[in-house]
DNA sequence: AATCACGGAGAACAGTTGTTAACTGCATGG
DNA sequence: CCATGCAGTTAACAACTGTTCTCCGTGATT
Protein backbone atom coordinates (compact mmCIF):
# COMPACT_ATOMS: atom_id res chain seq x y z
CA UNK A 1 0.00 0.00 0.00
CA UNK A 2 2.65 2.29 1.08
CA UNK A 3 4.08 3.64 -2.16
CA UNK A 4 7.99 4.55 -0.89
CA UNK A 5 8.39 7.84 -1.96
CA UNK A 6 11.28 8.83 -4.55
CA UNK A 7 13.69 11.35 -4.77
CA UNK A 8 11.80 13.81 -5.94
CA UNK A 9 8.58 13.92 -4.22
CA UNK A 10 10.72 13.83 -0.55
CA UNK A 11 12.42 17.47 -2.10
CA UNK A 12 8.82 19.01 -2.83
CA UNK A 13 7.73 17.59 0.63
CA UNK A 14 11.11 19.15 2.19
CA UNK A 15 10.65 22.55 0.35
CA UNK A 16 6.73 22.46 0.95
CA UNK A 17 7.69 22.16 4.88
CA UNK A 18 10.28 24.91 4.84
CA UNK A 19 7.80 27.38 3.06
CA UNK A 20 5.58 26.69 6.13
CA UNK A 21 8.19 27.13 8.27
CA UNK A 22 9.09 30.26 7.65
CA UNK A 23 5.56 30.89 7.18
CA UNK A 24 5.25 30.34 10.78
CA UNK A 25 8.13 31.99 11.75
CA UNK A 26 7.36 35.26 9.76
CA UNK A 27 4.04 35.01 10.87
CA UNK A 28 5.41 35.40 14.91
CA UNK A 29 5.06 39.51 14.65
CA UNK A 30 2.43 40.06 11.56
CA UNK A 31 -0.55 38.68 10.45
CA UNK A 32 -1.47 36.00 7.81
CA UNK A 33 -3.09 38.90 5.22
CA UNK A 34 -0.05 40.64 5.71
CA UNK A 35 2.49 38.20 4.79
CA UNK A 36 3.83 38.12 1.62
CA UNK A 37 4.73 35.69 -0.60
CA UNK A 38 7.85 36.72 -2.14
CA UNK A 39 8.92 37.64 1.71
CA UNK A 40 8.61 33.72 2.81
CA UNK A 41 10.35 32.37 -0.37
CA UNK A 42 13.36 34.91 0.68
CA UNK A 43 13.01 33.47 3.85
CA UNK A 44 13.41 29.63 2.46
CA UNK A 45 16.06 31.07 -0.03
CA UNK A 46 13.83 30.13 -3.32
CA UNK A 47 12.27 31.98 -5.80
CA UNK A 48 9.31 33.59 -6.07
CA UNK A 49 7.55 31.87 -8.67
CA UNK A 50 8.26 28.06 -6.45
CA UNK A 51 5.91 29.00 -4.61
CA UNK A 52 3.14 28.71 -6.48
CA UNK A 53 4.16 24.79 -7.37
CA UNK A 54 2.88 24.28 -3.74
CA UNK A 55 0.47 26.91 -2.63
CA UNK A 56 -2.10 29.09 -4.90
CA UNK A 57 -1.99 32.10 -2.19
CA UNK A 58 -0.59 33.04 1.09
CA UNK A 59 -4.15 32.33 2.01
CA UNK A 60 -3.86 28.60 0.70
CA UNK A 61 -0.68 28.04 3.00
CA UNK A 62 -2.82 29.54 6.02
CA UNK A 63 -5.40 26.52 5.54
CA UNK A 64 -2.61 24.45 5.52
CA UNK A 65 -0.45 25.75 8.64
CA UNK A 66 -4.38 25.18 10.24
CA UNK A 67 -4.54 20.98 9.35
CA UNK A 68 -0.55 21.33 10.61
CA UNK A 69 -1.46 23.31 14.05
CA UNK A 70 -4.49 21.31 15.15
CA UNK A 71 -4.87 18.19 12.71
CA UNK A 72 -2.05 15.90 15.21
CA UNK A 73 -3.93 17.29 18.25
CA UNK A 74 -7.15 15.09 17.77
CA UNK A 75 -6.14 12.50 19.35
CA UNK A 76 -4.06 14.01 21.92
CA UNK A 77 -6.95 15.56 23.14
CA UNK A 78 -8.98 12.16 22.77
CA UNK A 79 -6.07 10.49 25.14
CA UNK A 80 -6.38 13.18 27.53
CA UNK A 81 -10.23 12.63 28.34
CA UNK A 82 -10.88 9.17 28.48
CA UNK A 83 -8.01 8.99 31.44
CA UNK A 84 -9.78 8.29 33.78
CA UNK A 85 -10.18 10.29 37.15
CA UNK A 86 -12.52 13.04 39.12
CA UNK A 87 -12.75 16.64 37.25
CA UNK A 88 -10.55 18.47 39.11
CA UNK A 89 -7.43 16.03 38.21
CA UNK A 90 -8.84 16.47 34.93
CA UNK A 91 -8.23 20.18 35.10
CA UNK A 92 -4.96 19.69 36.15
CA UNK A 93 -3.76 17.36 33.70
CA UNK A 94 -5.51 19.28 30.57
CA UNK A 95 -3.78 22.53 32.03
CA UNK A 96 -0.31 20.90 32.48
CA UNK A 97 -0.42 19.62 28.80
CA UNK A 98 -1.35 22.99 27.59
CA UNK A 99 1.79 24.58 28.88
CA UNK A 100 3.73 21.57 27.90
CA UNK A 101 2.04 22.15 24.32
CA UNK A 102 2.56 25.59 24.50
CA UNK A 103 6.24 25.42 25.22
CA UNK A 104 7.02 22.54 22.43
CA UNK A 105 4.89 24.71 19.79
CA UNK A 106 4.80 28.07 20.43
CA UNK A 107 4.20 29.31 16.89
CA UNK A 108 1.55 26.99 15.73
CA UNK A 109 -0.59 28.37 19.16
CA UNK A 110 0.41 31.64 18.45
CA UNK A 111 -0.98 31.74 14.23
CA UNK A 112 -4.43 29.55 15.42
CA UNK A 113 -4.77 32.63 18.34
CA UNK A 114 -4.29 35.15 16.23
CA UNK A 115 -5.89 34.06 12.95
CA UNK A 116 -9.23 32.91 14.38
CA UNK A 117 -10.21 36.02 14.28
CA UNK A 118 -7.85 37.17 11.23
CA UNK A 119 -8.61 38.77 8.19
CA UNK A 120 -8.01 35.77 5.78
CA UNK A 121 -11.86 34.22 5.73
CA UNK A 122 -10.80 30.90 4.52
CA UNK A 123 -8.21 30.38 7.53
CA UNK A 124 -10.98 31.46 9.99
CA UNK A 125 -13.31 29.40 8.63
CA UNK A 126 -10.86 26.27 8.77
CA UNK A 127 -10.03 27.19 12.31
CA UNK A 128 -13.73 27.12 13.06
CA UNK A 129 -14.33 23.63 11.69
CA UNK A 130 -10.96 21.96 13.10
CA UNK A 131 -12.49 24.09 16.91
CA UNK A 132 -15.97 22.40 15.81
CA UNK A 133 -14.30 18.63 15.58
CA UNK A 134 -12.56 19.47 19.04
CA UNK A 135 -16.40 20.16 20.52
CA UNK A 136 -17.69 17.80 19.18
CA UNK A 137 -15.07 15.12 20.40
CA UNK A 138 -15.17 16.56 23.58
CA UNK A 139 -18.96 16.40 23.95
CA UNK A 140 -18.24 12.43 23.27
CA UNK A 141 -16.22 12.13 25.86
CA UNK A 142 -18.40 14.01 27.99
CA UNK A 143 -21.66 11.69 27.15
CA UNK A 144 -19.22 8.62 28.99
CA UNK A 145 -18.84 10.94 32.10
CA UNK A 146 -20.89 10.43 35.05
CA UNK A 147 -20.68 14.23 35.48
CA UNK A 148 -22.91 14.98 32.67
CA UNK A 149 -25.56 11.83 33.25
CA UNK A 150 -29.28 13.35 32.21
CA UNK A 151 -27.97 16.11 30.17
CA UNK A 152 -29.22 17.40 26.87
CA UNK A 153 -26.75 16.50 24.51
CA UNK A 154 -27.05 20.38 23.20
CA UNK A 155 -25.79 21.12 26.61
CA UNK A 156 -23.46 18.60 26.55
CA UNK A 157 -22.11 20.64 23.29
CA UNK A 158 -22.21 24.35 25.25
CA UNK A 159 -20.37 23.17 27.72
CA UNK A 160 -17.83 20.98 25.13
CA UNK A 161 -17.66 24.44 23.50
CA UNK A 162 -16.80 26.58 26.71
CA UNK A 163 -14.07 23.99 27.23
CA UNK A 164 -12.11 24.08 23.91
CA UNK A 165 -12.71 28.24 23.59
CA UNK A 166 -11.23 28.07 27.47
CA UNK A 167 -8.12 25.97 26.63
CA UNK A 168 -7.36 28.66 23.64
CA UNK A 169 -7.65 31.47 26.26
CA UNK A 170 -5.44 29.44 28.33
CA UNK A 171 -2.75 28.76 25.85
CA UNK A 172 -3.05 32.26 24.66
CA UNK A 173 -2.33 33.37 28.46
CA UNK A 174 0.61 30.65 28.76
CA UNK A 175 2.06 32.15 24.91
CA UNK A 176 1.88 35.46 26.70
CA UNK A 177 4.05 34.30 29.94
CA UNK A 178 6.59 32.50 27.99
CA UNK A 179 9.22 34.96 28.40
CA UNK A 180 8.62 35.80 31.68
CA UNK A 181 9.95 34.38 35.13
CA UNK A 182 9.11 31.61 36.41
CA UNK A 183 7.43 32.63 38.76
CA UNK A 184 4.94 34.38 36.40
CA UNK A 185 4.43 31.47 34.46
CA UNK A 186 3.40 30.03 37.56
CA UNK A 187 0.81 32.36 38.84
CA UNK A 188 -0.45 31.79 34.88
CA UNK A 189 -0.92 28.05 35.46
CA UNK A 190 -2.93 28.80 39.34
CA UNK A 191 -5.32 31.14 37.46
CA UNK A 192 -5.85 28.56 34.12
CA UNK A 193 -6.68 25.93 36.69
CA UNK A 194 -9.09 28.01 38.88
CA UNK A 195 -10.67 29.06 36.19
CA UNK A 196 -11.72 25.37 34.83
CA UNK A 197 -12.25 24.32 38.08
CA UNK A 198 -14.99 26.99 38.84
CA UNK A 199 -16.32 25.57 35.05
CA UNK A 200 -16.27 22.12 36.18
CA UNK A 201 -17.83 23.00 39.72
CA UNK A 202 -20.78 24.73 37.42
CA UNK A 203 -21.14 21.52 35.46
CA UNK A 204 -21.66 19.60 39.09
CA UNK A 205 -24.15 22.03 39.92
CA UNK A 206 -26.02 22.40 36.45
CA UNK A 207 -29.20 20.13 36.57
CA UNK A 208 -30.84 22.00 40.06
CA UNK B 1 -13.37 76.19 30.98
CA UNK B 2 -14.49 74.25 27.41
CA UNK B 3 -13.04 76.87 25.23
CA UNK B 4 -15.23 76.47 21.98
CA UNK B 5 -13.41 75.07 19.12
CA UNK B 6 -12.27 76.95 16.63
CA UNK B 7 -12.68 76.33 13.07
CA UNK B 8 -9.63 74.94 12.40
CA UNK B 9 -9.37 73.02 15.10
CA UNK B 10 -12.94 71.10 14.02
CA UNK B 11 -12.08 70.59 10.78
CA UNK B 12 -9.16 68.83 11.92
CA UNK B 13 -10.97 66.81 14.28
CA UNK B 14 -13.08 65.87 11.16
CA UNK B 15 -10.42 64.86 9.01
CA UNK B 16 -8.98 62.77 11.74
CA UNK B 17 -12.41 60.70 12.63
CA UNK B 18 -12.98 60.24 8.94
CA UNK B 19 -9.44 58.57 8.76
CA UNK B 20 -10.55 56.08 11.96
CA UNK B 21 -14.01 55.68 10.39
CA UNK B 22 -12.48 54.57 6.92
CA UNK B 23 -9.91 52.62 8.72
CA UNK B 24 -12.28 50.59 10.12
CA UNK B 25 -14.22 49.86 7.61
CA UNK B 26 -11.11 49.06 5.47
CA UNK B 27 -10.51 46.56 8.53
CA UNK B 28 -13.43 44.68 8.33
CA UNK B 29 -11.57 42.54 5.79
CA UNK B 30 -8.59 42.61 6.77
CA UNK B 31 -5.82 42.95 9.74
CA UNK B 32 -4.32 46.39 10.81
CA UNK B 33 -0.80 44.48 9.82
CA UNK B 34 -1.65 44.84 6.45
CA UNK B 35 -3.57 48.15 6.45
CA UNK B 36 -1.86 50.40 4.31
CA UNK B 37 -1.35 54.29 5.19
CA UNK B 38 -2.22 55.42 1.64
CA UNK B 39 -5.25 53.13 1.08
CA UNK B 40 -6.50 54.66 4.58
CA UNK B 41 -5.86 58.62 3.19
CA UNK B 42 -7.59 57.02 -0.60
CA UNK B 43 -11.06 56.04 1.06
CA UNK B 44 -11.42 59.65 2.75
CA UNK B 45 -9.95 61.60 -0.48
CA UNK B 46 -7.12 63.22 0.92
CA UNK B 47 -3.19 63.24 0.11
CA UNK B 48 -1.60 60.53 1.71
CA UNK B 49 0.95 62.80 3.49
CA UNK B 50 -1.97 64.35 5.47
CA UNK B 51 -2.24 60.89 7.59
CA UNK B 52 1.16 62.59 9.51
CA UNK B 53 -0.51 65.30 10.72
CA UNK B 54 -3.22 62.88 12.64
CA UNK B 55 -0.90 59.96 13.25
CA UNK B 56 2.33 58.51 13.65
CA UNK B 57 1.94 55.43 11.91
CA UNK B 58 -1.54 53.12 10.99
CA UNK B 59 -0.21 51.20 14.35
CA UNK B 60 -0.93 54.70 16.42
CA UNK B 61 -4.31 55.31 14.28
CA UNK B 62 -5.02 51.16 15.66
CA UNK B 63 -4.23 52.07 19.40
CA UNK B 64 -6.41 55.41 18.93
CA UNK B 65 -9.22 52.95 17.65
CA UNK B 66 -8.88 50.86 20.53
CA UNK B 67 -10.01 53.79 22.53
CA UNK B 68 -12.95 54.95 20.48
CA UNK B 69 -14.40 50.97 20.35
CA UNK B 70 -13.42 50.30 24.22
CA UNK B 71 -13.34 53.89 26.02
CA UNK B 72 -16.44 54.84 26.01
CA UNK B 73 -18.02 51.18 27.14
CA UNK B 74 -16.68 51.98 30.73
CA UNK B 75 -19.77 53.50 32.14
CA UNK B 76 -22.13 51.07 30.61
CA UNK B 77 -20.63 48.34 32.27
CA UNK B 78 -20.81 49.96 35.54
CA UNK B 79 -24.83 51.20 35.20
CA UNK B 80 -25.03 47.00 34.19
CA UNK B 81 -23.27 45.32 36.75
CA UNK B 82 -24.71 48.29 39.79
CA UNK B 83 -28.07 47.57 38.49
CA UNK B 84 -29.18 45.25 41.27
CA UNK B 85 -30.80 41.61 40.76
CA UNK B 86 -29.98 37.89 41.21
CA UNK B 87 -27.84 36.18 39.00
CA UNK B 88 -29.34 35.10 36.87
CA UNK B 89 -31.63 38.44 35.74
CA UNK B 90 -28.26 40.15 35.03
CA UNK B 91 -26.75 37.53 32.88
CA UNK B 92 -29.70 37.78 30.59
CA UNK B 93 -29.11 41.75 30.89
CA UNK B 94 -25.53 40.99 29.76
CA UNK B 95 -26.37 38.84 27.16
CA UNK B 96 -29.04 41.33 25.62
CA UNK B 97 -26.48 44.11 25.89
CA UNK B 98 -23.76 42.81 23.72
CA UNK B 99 -26.22 41.41 21.38
CA UNK B 100 -27.33 45.25 20.61
CA UNK B 101 -23.75 46.83 20.97
CA UNK B 102 -23.35 43.99 18.17
CA UNK B 103 -25.75 45.28 15.90
CA UNK B 104 -24.97 49.15 16.89
CA UNK B 105 -21.03 48.87 16.22
CA UNK B 106 -19.91 45.63 14.25
CA UNK B 107 -16.95 47.15 13.15
CA UNK B 108 -15.68 48.15 16.68
CA UNK B 109 -16.35 44.39 17.80
CA UNK B 110 -14.99 42.90 14.97
CA UNK B 111 -11.60 45.19 15.36
CA UNK B 112 -11.36 44.52 18.58
CA UNK B 113 -11.43 40.29 18.59
CA UNK B 114 -9.67 40.54 15.52
CA UNK B 115 -6.45 42.53 16.82
CA UNK B 116 -7.08 41.08 20.62
CA UNK B 117 -4.36 38.78 19.49
CA UNK B 118 -3.20 40.68 16.12
CA UNK B 119 0.36 41.16 14.77
CA UNK B 120 0.68 44.58 15.87
CA UNK B 121 2.23 44.84 19.54
CA UNK B 122 0.98 48.34 20.26
CA UNK B 123 -2.47 47.82 18.99
CA UNK B 124 -2.17 44.29 21.56
CA UNK B 125 -1.03 46.26 24.32
CA UNK B 126 -3.90 49.05 24.74
CA UNK B 127 -6.38 46.31 23.92
CA UNK B 128 -4.91 44.34 27.14
CA UNK B 129 -4.77 48.01 28.80
CA UNK B 130 -8.56 48.44 28.19
CA UNK B 131 -9.46 44.63 28.91
CA UNK B 132 -7.72 44.74 32.51
CA UNK B 133 -9.49 48.27 33.39
CA UNK B 134 -12.41 46.39 32.52
CA UNK B 135 -11.80 43.29 34.39
CA UNK B 136 -10.35 45.39 37.85
CA UNK B 137 -14.39 47.20 37.88
CA UNK B 138 -16.11 44.36 37.40
CA UNK B 139 -13.70 42.72 40.43
CA UNK B 140 -15.23 46.16 41.91
CA UNK B 141 -18.75 45.65 41.55
CA UNK B 142 -18.22 41.83 42.57
CA UNK B 143 -17.13 42.80 45.75
CA UNK B 144 -20.38 44.51 46.50
CA UNK B 145 -22.52 41.64 45.42
CA UNK B 146 -23.14 38.79 47.75
CA UNK B 147 -21.93 35.61 45.36
CA UNK B 148 -19.04 36.68 46.00
CA UNK B 149 -18.96 37.30 49.71
CA UNK B 150 -15.89 35.65 51.76
CA UNK B 151 -14.11 35.39 48.82
CA UNK B 152 -10.41 36.13 48.32
CA UNK B 153 -10.02 39.49 45.93
CA UNK B 154 -7.63 37.13 43.61
CA UNK B 155 -10.38 34.95 43.44
CA UNK B 156 -12.73 37.65 42.71
CA UNK B 157 -9.93 38.83 39.77
CA UNK B 158 -10.36 35.64 38.44
CA UNK B 159 -14.11 35.57 38.02
CA UNK B 160 -14.08 39.30 36.69
CA UNK B 161 -11.31 38.00 34.06
CA UNK B 162 -13.43 34.93 33.13
CA UNK B 163 -16.76 37.15 32.80
CA UNK B 164 -14.94 39.79 30.67
CA UNK B 165 -13.52 36.96 28.27
CA UNK B 166 -16.97 34.85 28.02
CA UNK B 167 -18.16 38.51 26.95
CA UNK B 168 -15.80 39.06 24.12
CA UNK B 169 -16.28 35.55 22.99
CA UNK B 170 -19.96 36.18 23.35
CA UNK B 171 -19.32 38.93 21.46
CA UNK B 172 -17.42 37.35 18.37
CA UNK B 173 -19.93 34.89 18.63
CA UNK B 174 -22.60 37.43 17.90
CA UNK B 175 -20.92 39.03 14.94
CA UNK B 176 -20.71 35.34 13.32
CA UNK B 177 -24.56 35.09 13.22
CA UNK B 178 -25.11 38.54 12.51
CA UNK B 179 -25.86 38.16 8.48
CA UNK B 180 -28.02 34.48 9.40
CA UNK B 181 -31.44 34.03 9.74
CA UNK B 182 -33.15 35.63 13.34
CA UNK B 183 -33.13 32.04 13.94
CA UNK B 184 -30.15 31.00 14.10
CA UNK B 185 -29.46 34.59 15.64
CA UNK B 186 -31.70 33.15 18.68
CA UNK B 187 -29.98 30.05 18.86
CA UNK B 188 -26.87 32.00 19.65
CA UNK B 189 -27.91 34.31 22.51
CA UNK B 190 -29.52 31.05 24.18
CA UNK B 191 -26.00 29.19 24.02
CA UNK B 192 -24.35 32.70 24.95
CA UNK B 193 -26.56 33.16 28.17
CA UNK B 194 -26.22 29.18 29.40
CA UNK B 195 -22.68 29.40 29.24
CA UNK B 196 -22.62 32.39 31.30
CA UNK B 197 -25.47 31.15 33.41
CA UNK B 198 -23.16 27.82 34.18
CA UNK B 199 -20.73 30.35 35.27
CA UNK B 200 -22.64 32.11 37.62
CA UNK B 201 -23.88 28.13 39.04
CA UNK B 202 -19.99 27.74 39.58
CA UNK B 203 -19.67 30.67 41.42
CA UNK B 204 -22.37 30.04 43.57
CA UNK B 205 -20.85 26.81 44.51
CA UNK B 206 -17.26 28.22 44.45
CA UNK B 207 -16.72 27.89 48.56
CA UNK B 208 -17.33 24.43 49.17
C1' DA C 1 -3.78 94.82 9.73
C1' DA C 2 0.26 92.07 9.45
C1' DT C 3 2.37 87.98 10.81
C1' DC C 4 2.54 83.37 12.07
C1' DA C 5 1.17 78.45 12.58
C1' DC C 6 -0.35 74.68 10.55
C1' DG C 7 -3.61 71.30 7.89
C1' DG C 8 -3.27 69.73 3.63
C1' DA C 9 -1.53 69.17 -1.55
C1' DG C 10 1.82 67.80 -4.88
C1' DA C 11 5.70 65.56 -6.73
C1' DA C 12 9.24 62.57 -6.41
C1' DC C 13 12.23 58.71 -4.16
C1' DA C 14 13.69 53.91 -3.79
C1' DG C 15 11.86 49.73 -2.65
C1' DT C 16 8.40 46.38 -2.56
C1' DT C 17 4.59 43.50 -4.20
C1' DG C 18 1.88 39.52 -7.13
C1' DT C 19 1.90 37.40 -11.52
C1' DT C 20 3.25 36.05 -16.18
C1' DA C 21 6.28 33.89 -19.49
C1' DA C 22 9.90 31.13 -21.21
C1' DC C 23 13.64 28.43 -19.70
C1' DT C 24 16.73 24.53 -17.37
C1' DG C 25 18.09 20.33 -15.25
C1' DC C 26 17.03 15.98 -13.72
C1' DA C 27 14.40 12.05 -11.64
C1' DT C 28 11.07 9.03 -13.38
C1' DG C 29 8.10 5.76 -16.09
C1' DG C 30 7.73 3.16 -20.36
C1' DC D 1 17.92 4.21 -22.59
C1' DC D 2 15.39 7.73 -23.97
C1' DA D 3 11.51 10.94 -23.78
C1' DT D 4 8.58 13.20 -20.71
C1' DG D 5 6.92 15.66 -16.63
C1' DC D 6 7.77 18.77 -13.29
C1' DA D 7 10.29 21.43 -9.30
C1' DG D 8 12.69 25.35 -9.47
C1' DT D 9 14.99 29.56 -12.01
C1' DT D 10 15.47 33.94 -14.39
C1' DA D 11 13.70 38.19 -16.17
C1' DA D 12 10.42 41.41 -16.67
C1' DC D 13 5.81 43.80 -15.90
C1' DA D 14 2.85 47.34 -13.87
C1' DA D 15 1.18 48.58 -9.60
C1' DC D 16 1.76 49.68 -5.17
C1' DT D 17 4.03 51.04 -0.68
C1' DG D 18 6.04 54.54 3.25
C1' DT D 19 8.52 58.70 3.58
C1' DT D 20 10.73 63.21 2.57
C1' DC D 21 10.71 67.93 0.91
C1' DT D 22 8.61 71.86 -0.83
C1' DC D 23 4.84 74.52 -1.32
C1' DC D 24 0.02 76.76 -0.64
C1' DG D 25 -4.02 78.86 1.57
C1' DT D 26 -6.10 80.37 5.45
C1' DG D 27 -7.64 80.57 10.37
C1' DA D 28 -5.49 82.28 14.47
C1' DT D 29 -2.58 85.60 17.27
C1' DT D 30 -0.93 89.93 18.53
Known amino acids: MSHTLGIRQVQKLKTRQALMDAALGLLEEQSL ?32 LVEAALGSLHPVLGDLMSAVGDSDELVERAVDLIARHVDAYPAHVRFIARERHGGVQPVRAAIQGQLARFAEEVRAELAKRPETAGWTDDDRLMLAGLYVDQMLMTASLFLEALDEPEEERARAMRLASRRMRLISIGCRHWLD
Chains 1, 2 share one sequence.
Open 33 to 64: SSLGLREVTRAVGVAPTAFYRHFRSTADLGVA
